[in-house]
Protein backbone atom coordinates (compact mmCIF):
# COMPACT_ATOMS: atom_id res chain seq x y z
CA UNK A 1 0.00 0.00 0.00
CA UNK A 2 1.29 3.16 -0.69
CA UNK A 3 2.18 6.06 1.53
CA UNK A 4 0.73 9.42 1.34
CA UNK A 5 2.59 12.61 0.18
CA UNK A 6 4.64 13.63 3.39
CA UNK A 7 2.98 17.05 4.89
CA UNK A 8 4.50 20.55 3.65
CA UNK A 9 7.27 21.97 6.55
CA UNK A 10 6.24 24.64 8.61
CA UNK A 11 6.54 27.85 7.25
CA UNK A 12 6.96 26.86 3.56
CA UNK A 13 4.70 27.32 0.57
CA UNK A 14 3.31 25.82 -2.81
CA UNK A 15 3.49 27.26 -6.35
CA UNK A 16 2.02 30.76 -6.87
CA UNK A 17 -1.46 30.36 -8.98
CA UNK A 18 -2.29 32.89 -10.72
CA UNK A 19 -5.55 33.65 -12.58
CA UNK A 20 -7.47 36.23 -14.32
CA UNK A 21 -10.63 37.69 -12.89
CA UNK A 22 -12.00 40.07 -14.87
CA UNK A 23 -10.40 42.61 -17.46
CA UNK A 24 -7.59 44.29 -15.85
CA UNK A 25 -7.87 42.36 -12.62
CA UNK A 26 -5.47 39.07 -11.77
CA UNK A 27 -5.58 37.48 -8.48
CA UNK A 28 -2.67 35.28 -7.19
CA UNK A 29 -3.29 32.70 -4.52
CA UNK A 30 -0.86 30.34 -2.64
CA UNK A 31 -1.18 28.00 -0.02
CA UNK A 32 1.07 28.20 2.69
CA UNK A 33 1.57 26.15 6.20
CA UNK A 34 2.38 27.94 8.99
CA UNK A 35 3.79 27.95 11.95
CA UNK A 36 0.73 26.26 14.37
CA UNK A 37 0.55 23.44 11.74
CA UNK A 38 -2.46 24.48 9.66
CA UNK A 39 -2.82 25.05 5.55
CA UNK A 40 -3.99 28.46 4.84
CA UNK A 41 -4.46 30.02 1.41
CA UNK A 42 -3.48 33.81 0.90
CA UNK A 43 -4.05 35.72 -2.00
CA UNK A 44 -3.56 39.30 -3.50
CA UNK A 45 -4.91 41.29 -6.73
CA UNK A 46 -3.47 43.53 -9.06
CA UNK A 47 -3.67 44.74 -12.60
CA UNK A 48 -1.34 42.53 -14.14
CA UNK A 49 -0.18 38.64 -13.72
CA UNK A 50 3.44 40.48 -12.28
CA UNK A 51 1.54 42.94 -10.11
CA UNK A 52 -0.22 40.27 -8.48
CA UNK A 53 2.76 38.20 -7.98
CA UNK A 54 4.43 40.91 -6.64
CA UNK A 55 1.84 42.22 -4.32
CA UNK A 56 1.63 38.05 -3.37
CA UNK A 57 5.51 38.33 -2.44
CA UNK A 58 4.98 41.17 -0.13
CA UNK A 59 2.02 39.80 1.95
CA UNK A 60 4.01 36.72 2.45
CA UNK A 61 7.34 39.13 3.66
CA UNK A 62 4.87 41.03 6.05
CA UNK A 63 2.69 37.73 6.97
CA UNK A 64 2.61 36.66 11.17
CA UNK A 65 1.19 33.52 11.74
CA UNK A 66 -2.52 33.64 12.43
CA UNK A 67 -3.25 33.21 16.12
CA UNK A 68 -6.24 32.41 17.79
CA UNK A 69 -4.68 34.87 20.81
CA UNK A 70 -5.66 38.21 20.81
CA UNK A 71 -2.32 39.70 20.37
CA UNK A 72 -0.41 39.58 16.73
CA UNK A 73 1.84 40.91 15.31
CA UNK A 74 -1.01 43.51 14.04
CA UNK A 75 -1.31 44.80 17.50
CA UNK A 76 -0.78 47.89 18.43
CA UNK A 77 1.40 49.42 21.41
CA UNK A 78 -1.60 50.98 22.92
CA UNK A 79 -3.83 47.82 22.69
CA UNK A 80 -0.61 45.59 24.13
CA UNK A 81 -0.64 47.88 26.67
CA UNK A 82 -4.11 47.97 28.47
CA UNK A 83 -4.21 43.39 27.40
CA UNK A 84 -0.85 43.74 29.64
CA UNK A 85 -2.33 45.41 32.42
CA UNK A 86 -5.50 43.38 32.65
CA UNK A 87 -3.04 40.07 32.34
CA UNK A 88 -1.12 41.62 35.30
CA UNK A 89 -4.69 42.48 37.40
CA UNK A 90 -5.97 39.03 36.73
CA UNK A 91 -2.57 37.36 37.86
CA UNK A 92 -2.40 38.76 40.84
CA UNK A 93 1.11 38.15 41.80
CA UNK A 94 2.21 42.16 41.61
CA UNK A 95 1.00 45.05 44.03
CA UNK A 96 -1.99 47.02 42.68
CA UNK A 97 0.03 50.11 43.55
CA UNK A 98 3.07 48.41 41.08
CA UNK A 99 0.50 47.88 38.06
CA UNK A 100 -0.59 51.65 38.47
CA UNK A 101 2.61 53.25 38.38
CA UNK A 102 2.97 51.13 35.39
CA UNK A 103 -0.09 52.35 33.90
CA UNK A 104 1.09 55.72 34.89
CA UNK A 105 4.48 55.70 32.41
CA UNK A 106 2.78 53.57 29.75
CA UNK A 107 0.00 56.59 29.94
CA UNK A 108 2.03 59.32 30.19
CA UNK A 109 5.53 58.34 28.71
CA UNK A 110 5.03 55.61 26.02
CA UNK A 111 1.76 55.61 24.57
CA UNK A 112 1.73 58.95 23.17
CA UNK A 113 4.77 58.62 21.42
CA UNK A 114 4.75 54.76 20.50
CA UNK A 115 0.94 54.09 20.90
CA UNK A 116 0.20 53.18 17.55
CA UNK A 117 3.08 51.88 15.96
CA UNK A 118 1.67 47.85 15.17
CA UNK A 119 4.06 45.31 17.30
CA UNK A 120 5.78 44.26 13.63
CA UNK A 121 7.27 47.97 13.40
CA UNK A 122 8.33 47.84 16.86
CA UNK A 123 12.09 47.25 16.47
CA UNK A 124 15.72 47.81 18.49
CA UNK A 125 15.94 50.64 16.13
CA UNK A 126 12.99 52.54 16.89
CA UNK A 127 12.85 52.18 20.61
CA UNK A 128 16.61 52.89 21.30
CA UNK A 129 16.25 56.68 20.47
CA UNK A 130 12.97 57.04 22.57
CA UNK A 131 14.99 55.74 25.47
CA UNK A 132 17.72 57.79 24.61
CA UNK A 133 15.77 61.40 24.49
CA UNK A 134 13.71 60.36 27.94
CA UNK A 135 17.15 60.41 29.59
CA UNK A 136 17.45 64.55 29.11
CA UNK A 137 14.47 64.59 31.01
CA UNK A 138 15.27 62.23 33.78
CA UNK A 139 17.34 58.67 34.45
CA UNK A 140 14.51 57.46 36.75
CA UNK A 141 11.71 58.47 33.86
CA UNK A 142 14.49 56.72 31.30
CA UNK A 143 14.75 53.39 33.20
CA UNK A 144 10.91 52.77 34.20
CA UNK A 145 10.06 53.24 30.74
CA UNK A 146 12.64 50.56 29.45
CA UNK A 147 11.27 48.01 32.52
CA UNK A 148 7.96 48.41 31.78
CA UNK A 149 8.38 47.82 27.76
CA UNK A 150 10.64 45.12 28.93
CA UNK A 151 8.14 43.08 30.41
CA UNK A 152 5.13 44.34 28.17
CA UNK A 153 6.92 43.32 25.04
CA UNK A 154 7.67 40.23 26.86
CA UNK A 155 4.24 39.51 26.44
CA UNK A 156 3.88 39.53 22.80
CA UNK A 157 6.51 37.65 22.87
CA UNK A 158 5.15 34.49 24.49
CA UNK A 159 1.53 35.02 21.99
CA UNK A 160 4.27 35.13 19.37
CA UNK A 161 3.67 38.21 18.10
CA UNK A 162 7.18 38.94 18.28
CA UNK A 163 10.19 36.55 17.80
CA UNK A 164 12.61 38.72 19.60
CA UNK A 165 12.35 41.17 22.38
CA UNK A 166 13.13 44.43 20.92
CA UNK A 167 13.79 46.13 24.27
CA UNK A 168 16.99 43.69 25.31
CA UNK A 169 19.21 44.76 22.61
CA UNK A 170 18.63 49.02 23.56
CA UNK A 171 21.49 50.57 25.27
CA UNK A 172 22.09 50.37 28.57
CA UNK A 173 21.03 52.64 30.83
CA UNK A 174 24.08 54.40 33.27
CA UNK A 175 22.89 56.10 35.64
CA UNK A 176 25.59 58.42 37.32
CA UNK A 177 26.90 57.56 41.06
CA UNK A 178 26.49 59.82 43.83
CA UNK A 179 28.53 60.20 46.36
CA UNK A 180 26.95 58.58 49.44
CA UNK A 181 26.95 61.23 52.60
CA UNK A 182 25.42 60.83 56.09
CA UNK A 183 23.51 63.33 58.18
CA UNK A 184 25.75 65.44 60.12
CA UNK A 185 24.71 66.57 63.70
CA UNK A 186 24.49 69.70 61.95
CA UNK A 187 22.28 67.97 59.70
CA UNK A 188 20.38 66.48 61.75
CA UNK A 189 19.67 70.24 64.12
CA UNK A 190 18.35 71.51 60.90
CA UNK A 191 16.01 68.42 60.52
CA UNK A 192 14.41 68.83 64.12
CA UNK A 193 14.56 72.58 64.16
CA UNK A 194 12.47 72.29 61.23
CA UNK A 195 9.78 69.46 62.46
CA UNK A 196 9.62 71.58 65.79
CA UNK A 197 8.68 74.90 63.11
CA UNK A 198 6.03 72.72 61.82
CA UNK A 199 4.37 71.15 64.70
CA UNK A 200 3.91 74.85 66.30
CA UNK A 201 2.67 76.25 63.18
CA UNK A 202 -0.89 77.51 63.54
CA UNK A 203 -3.33 75.74 61.19
CA UNK A 204 -6.97 74.56 61.28
CA UNK A 205 -7.66 71.40 62.86
CA UNK A 206 -6.28 69.14 65.34
CA UNK A 207 -3.09 70.48 67.10
CA UNK A 208 0.39 68.38 65.79
CA UNK A 209 1.31 65.62 67.70
CA UNK A 210 5.15 64.97 68.13
CA UNK A 211 4.57 60.97 66.32
CA UNK A 212 6.52 63.03 63.60
CA UNK A 213 9.63 63.12 65.65
CA UNK A 214 9.39 60.00 66.88
CA UNK A 215 9.12 58.61 63.05
CA UNK A 216 12.33 60.12 62.44
CA UNK A 217 14.56 59.28 64.93
CA UNK A 218 13.52 55.41 64.93
CA UNK A 219 14.57 55.89 60.78
CA UNK A 220 17.54 57.65 62.04
CA UNK A 221 18.24 55.10 64.65
CA UNK A 222 17.76 52.05 62.82
CA UNK A 223 18.06 53.03 58.87
CA UNK A 224 14.49 51.23 58.77
CA UNK A 225 11.81 52.55 55.76
CA UNK A 226 9.15 55.05 57.00
CA UNK A 227 6.88 52.28 56.09
CA UNK A 228 8.49 49.58 58.61
CA UNK A 229 8.31 52.64 61.36
CA UNK A 230 4.46 52.57 60.50
CA UNK A 231 4.02 48.66 60.54
CA UNK A 232 5.53 48.54 63.78
CA UNK A 233 3.80 47.31 66.83
CA UNK A 234 4.66 47.15 70.56
CA UNK A 235 5.15 43.19 70.39
CA UNK A 236 7.28 43.96 68.20
CA UNK A 237 9.40 46.66 70.54
CA UNK A 238 11.95 45.11 73.34
CA UNK A 239 12.67 47.68 75.76
CA UNK A 240 13.34 45.03 78.26
CA UNK A 241 16.45 43.95 77.12
CA UNK A 242 19.49 44.62 78.02
CA UNK A 243 20.48 46.53 74.51
CA UNK A 244 16.56 47.94 73.74
CA UNK A 245 15.79 46.29 70.00
CA UNK A 246 13.02 45.91 67.62
CA UNK A 247 12.07 44.00 65.18
CA UNK A 248 11.20 44.63 61.53
CA UNK A 249 8.69 42.54 60.06
CA UNK A 250 6.08 44.10 58.73
CA UNK A 251 5.76 47.07 56.25
CA UNK A 252 2.52 49.74 55.60
CA UNK A 253 2.04 49.66 51.59
CA UNK A 254 -0.18 50.66 50.68
CA UNK A 255 -2.64 51.16 53.58
CA UNK A 256 -2.56 48.01 54.65
CA UNK A 257 0.20 46.11 56.61
CA UNK A 258 2.27 43.74 55.13
CA UNK A 259 4.72 41.25 55.81
CA UNK A 260 8.58 42.62 54.54
CA UNK A 261 10.50 40.99 51.47
CA UNK A 262 12.97 38.20 53.32
CA UNK A 263 15.90 40.99 52.59
CA UNK A 264 14.33 43.11 55.39
CA UNK A 265 12.75 40.65 57.72
CA UNK A 266 15.69 40.96 60.92
CA UNK A 267 16.00 42.56 64.19
CA UNK A 268 17.25 46.01 64.54
CA UNK A 269 19.03 47.46 67.54
CA UNK A 270 18.71 51.56 68.27
CA UNK A 271 22.39 52.64 68.27
Known amino acids: M ?15 RTTRVREDAYRA ?18 T ?10 EKLVDRATPTQ ?6 TTVATLATLWLKYLRDEGRIEATTINEYQRVLTKVVIPELGGLRLREVSTSRLDPFLVRLRATSVSRQRKAKVVMGAMLGLAVRHDALVVNP ?6 IHREKSETRSLTLEDLNTVREALRAWTAKQRPGP ?28 VDVALEDTRPNLTINGTIKPSRRRAPTASRARSRTPV
Not at 29 to 46: F, L, N, P, S, W
Not at 69 to 74: F, G
Not at 167 to 172: E, K
Open 69 to 74: QAISAD
Open 2 to 16: GRGRPPTSLGTWGTI
Open 29 to 46: RIRIRDKDGVTREVTATG
Open 167 to 172: VQQTSR
Open 207 to 234: KASSDMADIIDLMLATGARIGEILALRW
Open 48 to 57: TVASADRALW
